[in-house]
């Protein structure tokens, strides 16, 4: 493997850098504060084509491969202080764009996709109810037989994108007795669609600038064309997109790691504190090494994720080993942040603190990362 990037990859990534410094910092405390999504900013974030990042051209994407496409996030993360619009970027693109672009039909591909990617139609990945959360696959949502469609009756929760979103990912159970194993199956459906309501909002501590709802299904109607990929198909379409997921969300993480380090490190220069500045004393010297070193081990194994994606059937472990590595980096990292920035990392002023709330999200979603330790206990005979 050589992650050398090429000289396309060095110019995509210093194109979006450039982009997100320069387009996406506005007015980010304001809008924390106020948990408010920027439809403006996610319009923009859609131009420069990162909604649709590894998607064939043919559908409107960039058909960026897996490597790529973490270069770019990376970029998208160093340049972008709204973590949140990150995330809900990430989210419409891993969990929603990526299961139509891989299992879809034709028609649901030709139907969603060019709006996917152009941004101007928002998916939401519904999936979680309120007693399955890590045990996924145990859901309450049940998806019946009507004539040629079936009717879907269930409530998901925590779904990112939810209150904004014009088309709904859902799973339902189609056959409860077989379960996760032949038992569910995946629907895209019109977030309109009679039966649907997405108007529930969660309040959260990080990531507020990111849309968090239920998605009720009240005997919405789902037509056999609404179906993704074959009845019963649900587990292994649902769990692709988790892998993929968990492996460029991490992508994202290491910019705002970067962006962090590049932040302390240039405080600790300047500080002062008696006769020296901050960073000649080793108790913070130390701290941002800390974070230089987990950057660079998070780097690797999220590239090697990422450059695994394209070529193997399953990324179950690389998946789960850099989403757990990746995120409680992150979170240390974020951490070390506010203390080396001292009380003033405290203030929302200097945006530390926002970047720390907003780390905690990575251990819990995409499966929290005590379930990802079980899959990769489970790869290795445990
Ligand atoms: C910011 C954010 C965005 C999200 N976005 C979405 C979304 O778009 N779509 C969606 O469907 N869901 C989404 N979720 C929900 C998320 O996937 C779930 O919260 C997560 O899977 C955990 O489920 P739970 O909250 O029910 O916790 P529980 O499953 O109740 O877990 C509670 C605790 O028990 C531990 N635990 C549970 N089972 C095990 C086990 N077998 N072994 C070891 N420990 C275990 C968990 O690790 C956790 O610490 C989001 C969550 C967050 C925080």
């Known amino acids: 493997m050589d992650f050398a990037l090429s000289e396309d990859q060095r110019i995509l990534r210093d194109e979006i850098t450039r982009f997100a410094e320069n387009e996406l910092n506005d007015d980010i405390a304001e809008r924390d504060r106020g948990q408010t999504f920027s439809r403006e900013q996610w319009d923009k974030c859609a131009e420069m084509g990162l909604a649709g990042l590894p998607v064939p051209e043919q559908y409107g994407g960039s058909g960026l491969d897996g490597l790529t496409t973490a270069i770019a996030l990376e970029a998208l993360g160093y340049g972008c202080r709204d973590g ?24 649901l591909k030709e139907r969603y996709l060019p709006g996917l990617c152009a941004g101007t139609t928002i998916a939401v990945n519904a999936m979680t109810e309120t007693t399955s959360g890590s045990d996924a696959f145990n859901m309450a949502c049940r998806a019946v037989k009507d004539g040629n469609g079936y009717r879907i009756n269930g409530t998901k929760i925590m779904s990112t994108n939810g209150p904004i979103a014009d088309i709904v990912i859902t799973y339902s159970q189609t ?13 895209v459906l019109d ?47 649902f769990t692709q997109s988790m892998e993929w997921e968990r492996t460029l969300i991490a992508a994202a993480h290491l910019g705002t790691m970067r962006r962090l380090l590049e932040d302390c490190i240039a405080y600790a220069r300047t500080r002062v504190s008696g ?14 090494v800390d974070m230089k070193i987990r950057l660079e081990a998070a780097r690797n194994l999220t590239y090697c994720s990422a450059w695994n994606l394209d070529r193997s059937r399953t ?27 001292g009380g003033h990392g405290f203030l929302t002023e200097t945006g530390v603190e926002r970047i720390l709330r907003d780390s905690i999200g990575g251990t819990l979603y995409s499966g929290t990362n005590e379930v990802q330790r079980n899959i990769v206990a489970g790869w290795l005979g445990l």
Do not use: N
């Open 191 to 237: 977030a309109k669609t009679e039966g649907i309501r997405t108007d529930q909002k969660f309040e959260k501590m990080g990531l507020r600038t990111s849309m968090l709802g239920e998605v009720v299904f009240e005997d919405a109607y789902a037509p056999e064309e609404a179906m993704i990929g074959k009845v019963g198909g649900g587990t292994a379409i």
């Open 84 to 107: 949140g619009l990150v995330f809900s970027l990430c989210a419409h693109l891993l969990a929603c764009t990526v299961p139509i672009w891989k299992h879809g039909s034709d028609e």
């Open 175 to 187: 056959d409860p007795e077989k379960g996760a194993y032949g038992g569910l199956t995946g629907f």
């Open 315 to 341: 990324s179950a472990m690389a998946s789960s080993m850099t989403k757990v590595f990746v995120s409680e980096a992150l979170v240390q990292t974020a951490l070390d942040a506010v203390q080396i920035h």
């Open 275 to 288: 006769e020296h500045t901050i960073g000649k004393h080793q108790a913070v010297s130390h701290k941002i």
